[in-house]
């Protein structure tokens, strides 16, 4: 699982804006319980104000707080990586609407620098705005709460005098809009690893258009002490960037919220069932393998206790017995590589280690003799001078057994142009799901024109094909609305592992909302045309809300 998403767990609109009479401003105005969250800058809408006049102008930014809190449970639970394996997003979605959008324009992101309230106010479509916090629960553009008051309006944000970082230098993240009509969707890493490292107050963001499209201006002191001021603001030059609108967590549309959301690569490509000697007919890179060894402690993954010397195992490979039942002889040697897994004092070890709880994984290239059929992988444990898994080692923890492949064997030859077409199929689907529950899901998949002999249809079952590259999407088939699109970017976050028995990957349905059928597609990557191939076929099921 390489996708997670939090929805916000606080939001509001705070604004400046003119009421009806266009002679006082609604700076005591709430909208913390509105579906829509607004951003704007406008100008000329005050009479008494020339068009190009600073005191006509109107701004609105909006703030919003995620659950921090749930997010470092998670991390505490292996649910989410370590600092450095995730990235999270922040995410709105764009609210159409009949009023005119601004083209061309920027928003930024910043950290709150200290607590606010949201509120009960749903007056944004309210031309006089009614829903006035007048010293009740709520944020507004004077206030961070109904106990005080920003020191700046507009919101308080973090900035270089706040040390937020050893440079002093605030986080600050902007988007440009070409349309207007697009999403917002920026990396906000930076800020989130501080919220839940405790170094920064978990006080959400503020979205509002930049300074030089805000035109900032400035404000007496004694004004800011009131809930609403008069005009007295001149100077400076006004500028009109119109209504930009983000649907709120108090949305009907589940989908439309705001969202934080954790992206990483989970993926584990084990190439137990797909390993190959070392060839000179292929690349480096293309002749190193990676085994896993999973440590299931009744029925649980477990890490291995008192490994050492940084969480550590070391693997050695041995040929079979005469009848190949056991590993017997020396350790194999294995090809030394400048990355540290095979040292060239020791060609015999490899050096592996934790990949998350319970997981361990090795890498290493291996030239062999194709006359020996089957290698057994001995995992050990040992210290970084180890040099063979007897003298070296307290415990022998795995034996496993892989069959390798020779590069250029009939097992992969063809005499002509790759067109590969696939069967696919997810052998452990069920109907129904639950929004409490993480489902793995594992895909078979072989080559759909595959012509067995009679023999192996007689003995054997369909071999599967591992798909290196491949990568899921849901769809909502009501109204085909892509609930989880795929992430195949840096992230990729909606990656499929694979194993000896094929291609997996694990799906938190707390991300789909209750109560509808949904559709799995695949894409494929084909390095040669370096293209994403989706596959025709889909695979449907149900989730049901709060179900056990």
Not at 89 to 112: C, D, E, G, I
Not at 266 to 277: A, E, H, I, Q, V
Not at 513 to 519: H, N, P, W
Request: charged fraction near 15%; charge should be negative; include cysteine.
């Amino acid at each position: 699982m390489g996708l997670k998403r939090y929805t916000g767990s606080a939001d509001n609109t705070i604004t400046n804006a003119f009421k009806e009479g266009l002679t006082i401003r609604a700076t005591g105005s709430n909208m913390g319980q509105s579906d829509v969250l607004e951003i704007f800058s406008v100008a000329g809408r005050n009479p008494l104000s020339s068009s190009d006049d600073i005191g006509s102008q109107e701004l609105s930014r909006a703030l919003i707080k995620f659950p921090i809190t749930t997010v470092s449970t998670d991390r505490t639970a292996g649910t989410i990586p370590a600092s450095g394996s995730v990235n999270f997003y922040l995410r709105m979605f764009n609210s159409t609407h009949a009023r005119t959008v601004p083209k061309q324009f920027t928003l930024s992101v910043f950290a709150l620098s200290r607590s606010w309230q949201e509120g009960l106010g749903i007056s944004m479509f309210d031309t006089n705005y009614t829903d006035s916090t007048n010293g009740n629960t709520g944020s507004n553009w004077m206030s961070a709460s109904n106990l005080a008051k920003w020191t700046h309006v507009g919101g308080d944000w973090l900035t270089q005098s706040n040390q937020w970082d050893a440079s002093g230098v605030p986080p600050s993240y902007k988007q440009l809009f070409e349309s207007g009509l697009e999403n917002l969707e920026i990396d906000i890493t930076g800020i989130v690893e501080h919220w839940m490292a405790g170094d920064l107050g978990n006080n959400g963001v503020g979205i509002m258009l930049t300074s030089s499209q805000e035109a900032y201006y400035s404000i007496a002191s004694a004004q800011a002490t009131a809930d609403e001021y008069t005009l007295d603001i001149t100077g400076g030059v006004a500028s009109n960037y119109y209504v930009k609108r983000f649907f709120a967590r108090s949305s009907q549309y589940y989908y439309k919220r705001p969202l934080l959301e954790a992206r990483w690569d989970s993926t584990k490509r084990d190439n137990r069932g797909s390993f190959y000697y070392s060839s000179s007919l292929a690349p480096a890179a293309d002749n190193m393998n990676t085994i896993y060894l999973y440590n299931y402690v009744r029925g649980r993954l477990r890490d291995i206790p008192d490994l050492g010397e940084d969480n550590r195992v070391y693997v050695s490979l041995f040929s079979g017995s005469s009848d190949n039942l056991y590993p017997s002889g020396a350790a194999l040697v294995l090809s030394p590589d400048n990355s540290g897994y095979v040292r060239s004092a020791d060609p015999t070890v490899v050096t592996g280690g934790a990949v998350s709880t319970g997981i361990y994984s090795a890498s290493f290239a291996f030239t062999g003799s194709p006359s020996v059929m089957t290698v057994y992988d001995v995992w050990f444990t040992g210290s970084g001078t180890a040099t063979d898994q007897v003298t070296s080692s307290a415990t022998q923890y795995f034996t496993g057994t892989i069959t390798p492949i020779t590069t250029g064997s009939v097992q992969e030859s063809v005499s002509h142009v790759r067109a590969p077409v696939y069967f696919i199929n997810i052998t452990n689907l069920r109907n129904k799901y639950t929004t409490k529950e993480t489902a793995r899901f594992n895909l078979y998949v072989r080559n759909k024109n595959w012509s067995p002999t009679i023999y192996t249809k007689a003995n054997a079952n369909v071999p599967a094909t591992s798909i290196v590259s491949a990568s899921y999407r849901v769809i909502r088939t009501l109204d085909a609305y892509e609930a989880i699109e795929h992430g195949t970017s840096s992230n990729n976050c909606t990656g499929l592992s694979f194993d000896k028995s094929g291609n997996y990957f694990d799906l938190d349905m707390s991300m789909l909302e209750g109560g509808y059928e949904y559709a799995l597609k695949f894409a494929f990557y084909d390095p040669e045309l370096s293209i994403w191939n989706e596959q025709d076929k889909s695979f449907k099921f149900r989730v049901i809300a709060n179900e056990y």
